[in-house]
């Protein structure tokens, strides 16, 4: 077996969800070639080469790929794809761009957001937003794959020395461009990377509450996220959203603040190791997946707990 | 410009599903049916295209059962002119939807595909990439606006970390996400006008594409149960037990 795995990245760093992508390869077993698509991303594969376990960098450099534009990217590694007998992508946004169109264009369905390696063709992925887990089986001749990163640890990011070989023959469909962007700038973690993750719900009242837990988010070097309560109220934005819609977040500890739980919301959130909810309604269904759970006025409970620790 | 919109029929959001004992799928029997959100959405933005003079006409397609109808009659209701049931018995995976609204595109011609950027039920987020990939046409998912400009449609998109933006050649394909837009209810009176518009139904045959799938479902289990802890006193006995107890902070 080959297992072409598609990098995540920002022309300048690899991005942590390729480690777990790449750990989830490992458990296919056989030899894993990551491609990095993008424009100036030779320290990026130079990175993606010293990962261990990895037997060569595919180095695809020019400004078609700049900006992960699906309609460039995606017959791309297509026509690389045909080679393997699988491609995986991280399931971020990206990801969940490029690959079903690869998927179709090699006419094979894709697998989404798997969770585990049953074996080299079968797999675990959540439906019904986490309330069913599906086992499904592929007998594609290429099998296309994202990987939810909570479902892998990821490997660790040395350890290997792979070839890195420059591809040629770039084309731009010309039938989309990049226009801009907008990043939310924090010097807070990534929701998906962070090791503590504090959220807000409707509970929080309105988007300057918010400053609550940022306080108590910087005392703990936590990322903060939100219901879609909160998203859908005009609280905060959408990028901050955990949950089915939103992002999926597996830390080492999950505070909940004035979240009453809805299932879309456990399904972003229920990985976590250790949860905590803090609520002022004792019956709501947070508490019900909350390894401690406080119930209070948030508004009293919040500022206790960042001028305690 | 001609808009077609593809809506799924789904469980409603608000059923907590449960798993068969013989782990075959998930009890659908007397559950209640609705229009997929993200699909209502997709409606939404295309009414609203027609309100501002952008679309003249809006084309709701949906592939699935018969009573997918139901959900053809809602869009009906919230502005769509008219209505096509690609009529498919069995569950199907995203590449034959894919391919069945490949063959409407083929004979309607649209200029804007609208569709949800995933189902609630399966969670693929797979139909409109992979619709797009079929037509050739350029794609911009998970939208949260969508700006008609000429020949080019500007979209901007919900990504990682915040919002890009990106032009795309008509035809094109988008797929909706939360904050495009917040759908209506249908009136009564639009509710009863809608059951005069034309819907019609053609089978995956007469569109001449197989909806076979290289997936197979082979279980469905429900997950793991996380189970409740204890709850804590006071803010004091809280830090303790994560220092002490869970050792996280």
Do not use: W
Request: hydrophobic content about 45%; overall charge negative; proline content about 4%.
């Amino acid at each position: 077996m080959t297992i072409l795995v598609v990098a995540e990245h920002d022309n300048h760093t690899l991005a942590a969800p390729t480690l777990n992508t790449l750990a989830a390869a490992r458990q296919i077993g056989g030899e894993v070639v990551v491609l990095v698509a993008g424009l100036d991303v030779s320290g990026v594969a130079f990175a993606a080469a010293q990962i261990a376990g990895v037997s060569k960098v595919l180095m695809a450099d020019d400004a078609a790929y700049a900006r992960q534009l699906p309609e460039n990217v995606a017959p791309l590694v297509a026509n690389l794809g045909r080679d393997f007998s699988h491609v995986l992508a991280p399931a971020t946004s990206n990801g969940k761009n490029i690959l079903p169109r690869v998927a179709a264009l090699l006419d094979v369905d894709q697998i989404s957001e798997i969770i585990s390696v049953e074996s080299a063709d079968t797999f675990k992925r959540p439906i019904y937003a986490g309330n069913a887990i599906a086992t499904v089986q592929s007998n594609a001749a290429v099998k296309v794959i994202t990987v939810r990163s909570t479902g892998f640890e990821a490997l660790p990011a040395e350890g290997g020395s792979a070839p890195i070989v420059a591809l040629a023959g770039a084309r731009d469909t010309g039938i989309s461009a990049f226009v801009g962007e907008e990043l939310a700038t924090s010097d807070r973690p990534e929701l998906t990377a962070a090791d503590i993750v504090l959220s807000g719900g409707r509970g929080m009242g309105n988007g300057d509450n918010f400053s609550h837990l940022y306080r108590l988010a910087d005392k703990l070097g936590a990322a903060v996220g939100a219901s879609r309560a909160a998203v859908d109220a005009g609280f905060v934005p959408n990028d901050m959203q955990v949950g089915q819609t939103g992002k999926i977040v597996a830390p080492q500890l999950y505070i909940a603040v004035g979240i009453s739980g809805a299932i879309q919301h456990l399904a972003g959130m229920k990985e976590s190791k250790v949860i905590v909810a803090i609520n002022k309604d004792e019956e709501a269904p947070i508490f019900q997946v909350a390894d401690y759970g406080l119930v209070g006025d948030l508004f009293d409970i919040v500022p206790a707990l960042t001028s305690t620790l | 410009m001609k808009v077609l919109v593809a809506i799924k029929r789904v469980v409603d959001y608000n059923v907590k599903v449960r798993v068969k004992a013989d782990n075959s799928g998930v009890d659908l029997a007397n559950v209640k049916m609705s229009m997929n959100p993200f699909c209502e959405i997709a409606v939404e933005e295309a009414v609203r295209l027609k309100e501002k003079g952008v679309a003249t006409e809006i084309v709701v397609v949906s592939v699935g059962p018969t009573t997918a109808q139901e959900q053809l009659r809602t869009a009906l209701a919230l502005g769509a002119d008219r209505a096509i049931l690609v009529e498919a018995a069995d569950e199907l995976n995203s590449l034959a939807v894919a391919k069945a609204l490949k063959a409407v595109v083929d004979k309607e011609q649209p200029q804007l595909v609208i569709l949800g950027k995933q189902a609630i039920d399966s969670d693929n987020n797979q139909t409109g990439q992979m619709l797009a990939a079929l037509t050739g046409y350029a794609q911009g998912t998970f939208a949260s606006n969508v700006i008609v400009a000429g020949d080019k449609l500007n979209v901007t998109r919900e990504i990682d970390g915040g919002l890009q933006t990106v032009s795309l050649n008509l035809p094109a394909i988008v797929t909706t996400d939360l904050r495009l837009n917040e759908p209506r209810y249908a009136s009564l009176p639009n509710i009863m006008k809608a059951k005069k518009k034309p819907l019609e139904t053609v089978k995956p045959d007469d569109l001449g594409v197989s909806l076979a799938s290289t997936n197979k479902t082979l279980k469905v289990e429900a997950p793991a149960a996380r189970s409740a802890g204890i709850k804590v006193k006071s803010v004091a006995e809280l830090v303790e037990k994560l220092k002490n107890e869970a050792k996280v902070i």
